[in-house]
Each structure stands twice: as C-alpha cells, then as structure tokens.
C-alpha cells in the first residue's frame, strides 16, 4: 500500500514542479531561462525585504518574541486559501483521476497520494514565504543551531493540518451532494463557500478577542492578539511555534501528532466510504443530460455584433470555473477582505480610540498619500490578470476573431473591456475606502482620485492585453495552464513596479505644488500615455502586426 | 468569387511555403483542394479567411481586397476551420446567436436556419446543451450551422469530413452542392480523395506550395493518359513532382 501512495504521490507531485521548469533538463543545474527561477528570486527578495522591516519594528517595540505568531498566522492562511482553490481541481476534476480508476488501486491508495500532492505544493508556499523569515527571525534571536533542526521539522508537519483538513470537509461536502449538474458552477461555489467559511471564522475568532483589549492596548500590540487568536483557532499551531521555541518540545511534538494520527484516521474513514463514489458522481455528470425544448423566441434575441461580443467575454469568464477562479475570484476575495478590514478599524479601533480618531479626521491629503492611493490601486489592477489572458483563454480558436467582419481595433478594445470594468471597481472601492479613514479627502480630490485611478487600471488594461497579443498563448493542454505557466505575468509585474516609479517622480517633480494640481498632473500624464498607446495600436493593426502571432 | 493573384508567403526569410500562387474560383463552382501534409492546403485557405497575412500578391473576395478591404470581405466569407472546438463553455444555442449577432443575422432568417439545419444534422436536442459535453462531430455540426447561417457567398472548409458520421457527411455534402447551385463558391480542403472526386467541379492539387494541377478530374485523366482512380493520378502527381 505504502509504495502504491509514494509512487502516485512521485508521479502528481513531479508533474506540479515541472510545470515551473525550474531545473534544466539536460544539465540539471538551475534553469535560468525560467521566469518562475526569477519570480521566485523577486518574491524571496521582497519577503526577506518585509520581514527585516517587521523584525526591526516589532524590536523597537520590544516585541520580537510574536514575530512567529504574526508570520504562521499569515502563513496558515495563504495556506488554507491556497488547499481550498486547489483541493477540488486535484481531488475530483484533475483529468488523471479517469485514467487511474480502471486501474486496481485503493480508494485510500488514490486518496492519500492526492493528499501528499496538496501538501507538496504547500511547501512550495512555506518554502516562499516562511523558510527566509524564520532563518532572520533565528539571526535576530541568536538562536542555537538546534533552532534551525526545529524550523525543517515544524515547516514538515505544518502543511498537514489544513491540508487533511481541507480534504475532509471537501468530503463531507460531496458526500451530501446528489449529483454534479454543472461543474463549473459546482467548483466555484464549493470554493466561494469554503473560503467564506474560513473568512467568516476568523472574523469572529478576531473580533471575539480584540474588542475585550482595543480600549487599553495600542493596535501594533493588538497585532499579537490577532495573530494569537488565529493560531490557537487551529489547534496544532501554538503547539508547533513551542517546538519552534524549544518550549516543551517532546510534549507537543507528541500533541500535534496525536491530532495528526486522529486527523488522518477520519480521513480515511470518511475516504474509504465516500472517495471513489464522489469522483463517480464527478465523471458522469455530463452523461445525464436533459433535452430541454429551446424557445426559440427567448432564446434568438438579436443583439448588435459589438454587443453581443461583449456579453460573449464576459461569458467566457463567468461561466468557466478555472477561468473564474484564476482571473475574477482572487481580486473579489481581496476587496471584500479590504473593506472589511477598514470597515472594521473605522468602527471599531477608530470610533473607540478617540487619539486615533482625531489624528485620522485631521489628516489632510498629500502628494504622498495619493501616490499610495494609486499605488494600491496599481497593485489591485494587477491581479485579475484578465486582458494578460484575453488572448491566450481562447486557445486555437483565437483565430476566430480574424475572420469575422468585425473591425481589429475595434475587438482590441472590446478584449479590454472586462479587465478596465474591474479595475474602474478597483478604484472606486479604494477612494471610497481612503475617504471613509481620511474623512478630510474633500469631494473634488475623490472625483480626481477615481478618474485617474480609473486611467491608471486602463494603461495597466491596454499594454497587458499588448503582451498576450504579440505573445499569446495557444497550445494549452488545461485551462490551468494559461495561468500557472504564463510567463507574460512578468511584463505585469514589471510594468506594475515601473508605474509606481513614475507615480513617486511625479510626486517628486509636483513637490511644491497643491495636491489638486498634482493629481492632475498624474491624469493628464496617464492620459497622454493612454493616447500613444492607442497610437501604436492603430498602426500596428494597420500594419498587421498586432495580431500576427494568432494564427 | 475568389481570385488568389501571385501570392506567396514564408515563415521564414527566403523559404516559401506558398510560391506565386495563382487561382481562381468562380461563382456556382465547389473546388477541392488536396494535397499531402505540410503541401500549404491550410496556409492558403489561412490567408483567404485573413488570419495570415499574405506577404507577395493579394486575394480578392468578391471583388474585395481581403488585405486592404478586410471587413467587407470577410462578410461574405463563411469558414469551417478544420478545430471545431469553439466556445465550449456556451450552449450549442447561444453560440448560433452569437455568430448570427456578429453576421447581423435577422431574426427569422436565423430561427428558420437553426431549426432547419439541427433537424437535418439531427442535434436539435443537444442545443440546449454546453458545447463542451458535444462529441467531436456534434461540434463540427454546430460549427457549420453556425457558418451556414448568414448564408455566406464563399463558403471555405478546413478539413471538414473529418470526425462527421457517414450520415453526416453524406448530409454535408448535398448541403455543399446546394450551396454552389445557389451560385456560391464551394472551396474545401480535404485528405479523403474519394469525396474530392465525387463533389468536385474542379480540383486543385497543392504540392510544397505550387499547384501542380487544376481542372476537373476528366481533365486529370487525360492528362495522364490513363483510366485510373483520383487515388492513383494524385500519387503519380506528387511524385513526378
């Protein structure tokens, strides 16, 4: 049984970390053609850069101690984010999974080699976002070298708990579903409710402790009790950042595997008696179909091609999971995540902090506070990554858009039209966010702020959809693979680090100006950019070269 | 019509895939293109439809510049490409409207020819149906409703035989004959020499971008002299060559 779990783990597992191309083929040596090599070397820098800043802030306050608590409670977020999006694609719908059930191996066997899968990709996470960290952390409390034995065992173990857990609710959930209609709206709203699950817990675990405290303890202190509340909502945490400490060690080592050991035997339990028949209700769903009449009179509505174009992308994102997933749902989560936050410091440690509440009411716009403003919003637009993909998510039939009588420039602009809707969103809810902290933000200057934001996602739209034109993607095997191996990211990346430099030179070049006539000069900058971009655009399509590598 | 004048195109600098193609398709008329893999069946058939440009030379839809009069060429232009695999997250529905919205469809016109055209093709119970649960012939079917609707004046077929039932191709078929009695050019390509010889007015041999032969087939036997299957002409063809 044990070499059937290893050698289905070897084969998923190796398939997930070769999609990165990390390692040269031929030479074995570290691929530096790879854009993930670099992503990842620019993601541990940015980290290691972030943790310095918070070791060096929580030492002036005296602090240093919580910094395990802050990093496994952002930690073990991510990672429940991160198991949720991805437990269903690689539990029920990976197209492997169809392949294996002719083949006699055990409902277990086939279950806890997905279950080592999901945790291996989250120690890609934890080798991103925690190992760098407490290595400084170690630096920063000259701790023995039996410190750093500690961190690879609890970086091991770490995974497993939301992992196993994750696995269990998804089975739970499957087994109380009948029969999977329709797929894509089936994942989505498994994910959507998960994700709520896990938001909604958290917020009831952090209000239920910080409400009792905000009066008497200033907010980088709260930091703590936040951080504590989420880790001793997930029992093997505090347990885990013990050994971390050397505290007791062989009494919670002992702790978080007994959890692990009853953890595992539910899985098993539930998996043996529910696995194989949730991926058979997974398999056949499209087997039973219902002919339904067409009422041709409803259904043939006439729309003008430009229109009906439009609703067709929209389709095209909304009605495919994957699609969904990787493009609208991460940026939704974000600014629900945002508003509730501010939402939530506005009424509760502004409205009780009467010191804080007059520093925030009296606090007049800057230059600076604008260039964080559109900043922020720079970020944000960066997410959805949808004009980057507008190209690509159409596959081989991309070339459709060449033969139909539709005018190039014209199509150009409406590919864009999904990504420059959702940046607009972006920037209202940031204005509207920063207004609610900064009650000073006058009428006029969120009126500016909008509209410019609204440019600033427009150029991110435009030269995004750029790259995937002049560099689409075509040949995909799995929608996944638009996204997990689109080397494009970079140039969004890259543009996104580019307009925050110009943002901070203009703020630099406006210095001595008022703040009106600064965020003017941002609009109009933008716009300009805007116009010469249309500019190419046109004479490149004049020149057929725009869309000459979809073919 | 469709007139291909001088055209050439290569992928890579002094390596012509299409050398100084000339052809001309006339009204009324179904003209088969065969040729081996890697010949230029698709590139041709690629610059006609616009999604390549055309390097030397220039095609004429109808009188219109595809290269310099792109959208009113393309709007009597109807393509089946060769990859039915289109917009399967839409109903088989919803995909006929979308493409009778983007050829301005009306809608009678549009009904008469779905409703006709599924019944024919026998996937009126799937309309209501995702693309994606489609089996490959089902979807080379909603494909060509989806081409047939506006009625295009030059209907051109990328391979469109494989992966249709026996009944469907036979159905395809009287459609494509039909098509050109109406007075509409008929260009298809196709490795099944059998249908080329039993629908084609004419054919066009394609070998390493040059059209070594065009006529009809009687024309092809006299030329060769001999009493034999398109099969075994087209063989003798491309290795004379």
Same mark, same amino acid.
């Given at each position: 049984?044990?070499?059937?779990?290893?050698?289905?783990?070897?084969?998923?597992?190796?398939?997930?970390?070769?999609?990165?191309?990390?390692?040269?083929?031929?030479?074995?040596?570290?691929?530096?053609?790879?854009?993930?090599?670099?992503?990842?070397?620019?993601?541990?820098?940015?980290?290691?850069?972030?943790?310095?800043?918070?070791?060096?802030?929580?030492?002036?306050?005296?602090?240093?101690?919580?910094?395990?608590?802050?990093?496994?409670?952002?930690?073990?977020?991510?990672?429940?984010?991160?198991?949720?999006?991805?437990?269903?694609?690689?539990?029920?719908?990976?197209?492997?999974?169809?392949?294996?059930?002719?083949?006699?191996?055990?409902?277990?066997?086939?279950?806890?080699?997905?279950?080592?899968?999901?945790?291996?990709?989250?120690?890609?996470?934890?080798?991103?976002?925690?190992?760098?960290?407490?290595?400084?952390?170690?630096?920063?409390?000259?701790?023995?070298?039996?410190?750093?034995?500690?961190?690879?065992?609890?970086?091991?173990?770490?995974?497993?708990?939301?992992?196993?857990?994750?696995?269990?609710?998804?089975?739970?959930?499957?087994?109380?579903?009948?029969?999977?209609?329709?797929?894509?709206?089936?994942?989505?709203?498994?994910?959507?409710?998960?994700?709520?699950?896990?938001?909604?817990?958290?917020?009831?675990?952090?209000?239920?402790?910080?409400?009792?405290?905000?009066?008497?303890?200033?907010?980088?202190?709260?930091?703590?009790?936040?951080?504590?509340?989420?880790?001793?909502?997930?029992?093997?945490?505090?347990?885990?950042?013990?050994?971390?400490?050397?505290?007791?060690?062989?009494?919670?080592?002992?702790?978080?595997?007994?959890?692990?050991?009853?953890?595992?035997?539910?899985?098993?339990?539930?998996?043996?008696?529910?696995?194989?028949?949730?991926?058979?209700?997974?398999?056949?769903?499209?087997?039973?179909?219902?002919?339904?009449?067409?009422?041709?009179?409803?259904?043939?509505?006439?729309?003008?091609?430009?229109?009906?174009?439009?609703?067709?992308?929209?389709?095209?994102?909304?009605?495919?999971?994957?699609?969904?997933?990787?493009?609208?749902?991460?940026?939704?989560?974000?600014?629900?995540?945002?508003?509730?936050?501010?939402?939530?410091?506005?009424?509760?440690?502004?409205?009780?902090?009467?010191?804080?509440?007059?520093?925030?009411?009296?606090?007049?716009?800057?230059?600076?506070?604008?260039?964080?403003?559109?900043?922020?919003?720079?970020?944000?637009?960066?997410?959805?990554?949808?004009?980057?993909?507008?190209?690509?998510?159409?596959?081989?039939?991309?070339?459709?858009?060449?033969?139909?009588?539709?005018?190039?420039?014209?199509?150009?602009?409406?590919? !864009?039209?999904?990504?420059?809707?959702?940046?607009?969103?972006?920037?209202?809810?940031?204005?509207?966010?920063?207004?609610?902290?900064?009650?000073?933000?006058?009428?006029?200057?969120?009126?500016?702020?909008?509209?410019?934001?609204?440019?600033?996602?427009?150029?991110?739209?435009?030269?995004?959809?750029?790259?995937?034109?002049?560099?689409?993607?075509?040949?995909?095997?799995?929608?996944?693979?638009?996204?997990?191996? !689109?080397?494009?990211?970079?140039?969004?990346?890259?543009?996104?680090?580019?307009?925050?430099?110009?943002?901070?030179?203009?703020?630099?070049?406006?210095?001595?100006?008022?703040?009106?006539?600064?965020?003017?000069?941002?609009?109009?900058?933008?716009?300009?950019?805007?116009?010469?971009?249309?500019?190419?655009?046109?004479?490149?399509?004049?020149?057929?070269?725009?869309?000459?590598?979809?073919? | 019509?469709?007139?291909?004048?001088?055209?050439?195109?290569?992928?890579?600098?002094?390596?012509?895939?299409?050398?100084?193609?000339?052809?001309?398709? &006339?009204?009324?008329?179904?003209?088969?293109?065969?040729?081996?893999?890697?010949?230029?069946?698709?590139?041709?058939?690629?610059?006609?439809?616009?999604?390549?440009?055309?390097?030397?030379?220039?095609?004429?839809?109808?009188?219109?510049?595809?290269?310099?009069?792109?959208?009113?060429?393309?709007?009597?232009?109807?393509?089946?490409?060769?990859?039915?695999?289109?917009?399967?997250?839409?109903?088989?529905?919803?995909?006929?409207?979308?493409?009778?919205?983007?050829?301005?469809?009306?809608?009678?016109?549009?009904? &008469?020819?779905? &409703?006709?055209?599924?019944?024919?093709?026998?996937?009126?119970?799937?309309?209501?149906?995702?693309?994606?649960?489609?089996?490959?012939?089902?979807?080379?079917?909603?494909?060509?409703?989806?081409?047939?609707?506006?009625?295009?004046?030059?209907?051109?077929?990328?391979?469109?035989?494989?992966?249709?039932?026996?009944?469907?191709?036979?159905?395809?078929?009287?459609?494509?004959?039909?098509?050109?009695?109406?007075?509409?050019?008929?260009?298809?390509?196709?490795?099944?020499?059998?249908?080329?010889?039993?629908?084609?007015?004419?054919?066009?041999?394609?070998?390493?971008?040059?059209?070594?032969?065009?006529?009809?087939?009687?024309?092809?036997?006299?030329?060769?002299?001999?009493?034999?299957?398109?099969?075994?002409?087209?063989?003798?063809?491309?290795?004379?060559?």
């Amino acid at each position: 049984m044990i070499k059937n779990i290893v050698l289905l783990t070897k084969i998923s597992t190796r398939n997930f970390w070769k999609n990165f191309n990390l390692f040269n083929k031929d030479t074995k040596k570290i691929n530096k053609k790879s854009i993930y090599v670099w992503l990842f070397l620019i993601v541990i820098m940015a980290i290691t850069y972030l943790s310095n800043e918070l070791l060096s802030m929580l030492e002036d306050y005296g602090q240093l101690q919580i910094f395990p608590n802050i990093l496994f409670a952002i930690a073990i977020v991510i990672m429940f984010i991160q198991i949720i999006i991805a437990s269903m694609n690689i539990l029920y719908f990976s197209k492997d999974i169809e392949y294996m059930l002719p083949m006699p191996i055990r409902t277990e066997e086939l279950l806890l080699s997905r279950v080592n899968t999901l945790i291996n990709m989250l120690y890609g996470v934890e080798l991103l976002f925690m190992l760098i960290p407490l290595i400084l952390y170690g630096a920063s409390i000259m701790a023995p070298l039996s410190y750093y034995v500690f961190v690879i065992v609890v970086l091991m173990l770490l995974p497993v708990f939301p992992t196993v857990l994750v696995t269990i609710l998804t089975l739970i959930i499957m087994k109380f579903i009948k029969k999977i209609k329709n797929k894509n709206a089936f994942q989505i709203c498994v994910t959507l409710l998960a994700i709520l699950f896990i938001v909604f817990a958290e917020v009831i675990f952090i209000k239920g402790v910080t409400s009792n405290q905000i009066d008497q303890e200033l907010i980088e202190v709260n930091v703590n009790h936040i951080s504590e509340s989420i880790n001793s909502s997930f029992i093997v945490i505090n347990p885990l950042i013990s050994i971390l400490n050397q505290d007791q060690i062989f009494l919670n080592l002992l702790k978080v595997i007994s959890v692990y050991v009853l953890m595992y035997a539910i899985l098993i339990w539930i998996g043996n008696k529910t696995y194989i028949k949730n991926i058979l209700k997974t398999t056949v769903y499209n087997k039973n179909r219902h002919q339904k009449e067409i009422n041709f009179e409803k259904q043939c509505k006439i729309h003008k091609p430009i229109t009906s174009y439009i609703k067709n992308e929209w389709k095209s994102l909304l009605k495919n999971a994957i699609f969904f997933i990787q493009t609208i749902y991460p940026i939704a989560l974000t600014m629900i995540m945002l508003i509730f936050i501010a939402v939530y410091f506005k009424i509760g440690a502004v409205a009780k902090n009467q010191e804080l509440s007059e520093t925030l009411n009296g606090m007049n716009l800057t230059l600076e506070g604008v260039c964080i403003i559109f900043g922020i919003i720079q970020v944000l637009c960066s997410m959805p990554n949808i004009s980057i993909t507008s190209i690509s998510r159409q596959g081989k039939n991309a070339v459709f858009m060449k033969y139909i009588p539709i005018s190039l420039y014209k199509q150009f602009w409406v590919k !864009n039209i999904p990504q420059i809707v959702i940046s607009s969103v972006i920037s209202i809810i940031v204005v509207i966010l920063a207004k609610l902290l900064f009650p000073a933000i006058s009428i006029w200057q969120i009126i500016l702020l909008i509209l410019t934001g609204m440019i600033i996602g427009v150029v991110n739209s435009f030269l995004m959809l750029i790259v995937d034109m002049k560099r689409p993607i075509l040949d995909w095997k799995s929608e996944v693979d638009i996204f997990k191996q !689109n080397g494009n990211k970079i140039f969004q990346y890259v543009w996104t680090i580019i307009a925050i430099l110009l943002l901070m030179y203009i703020r630099k070049i406006c210095e001595n100006l008022n703040v009106y006539f600064g965020i003017l000069v941002m609009f109009i900058f933008f716009a300009i950019v805007f116009v010469i971009i249309n500019v190419i655009i046109i004479k490149q399509i004049k020149k057929n070269k725009l869309f000459k590598n979809i073919i | 019509m469709i007139e291909i004048e001088n055209v050439s195109k290569s992928y890579i600098k002094g390596a012509k895939i299409i050398d100084d193609l000339n052809l001309k398709i &006339k009204d009324g008329e179904i003209l088969g293109f065969i040729g081996p893999n890697g010949a230029g069946k698709t590139t041709v058939i690629k610059m006609i439809t616009g999604i390549l440009n055309i390097d030397e030379g220039d095609i004429l839809i109808d009188g219109k510049s595809i290269q310099n009069e792109p959208y009113e060429a393309k709007k009597s232009i109807g393509f089946t490409p060769d990859n039915p695999d289109m917009f399967l997250n839409l109903k088989g529905i919803e995909y006929l409207n979308f493409v009778a919205d983007i050829y301005k469809v009306g809608k009678e016109e549009r009904i &008469k020819v779905i &409703k006709e055209l599924s019944k024919k093709f026998e996937i009126e119970g799937a309309l209501n149906e995702k693309i994606e649960n489609y089996s490959h012939g089902m979807r080379q079917k909603i494909v060509i409703i989806g081409v047939l609707l506006h009625n295009p004046k030059n209907w051109i077929l990328d391979e469109p035989i494989t992966g249709l039932d026996p009944k469907a191709i036979y159905d395809l078929k009287i459609m494509m004959k039909e098509h050109a009695k109406k007075g509409n050019v008929v260009f298809f390509s196709t490795h099944i020499l059998e249908v080329a010889e039993n629908l084609c007015d004419r054919v066009a041999i394609i070998n390493k971008g040059k059209i070594l032969f065009l006529g009809t087939i009687e024309e092809l036997k006299n030329k060769m002299k001999e009493n034999n299957s398109l099969e075994e002409l087209f063989m003798e063809i491309i290795k004379n060559d």
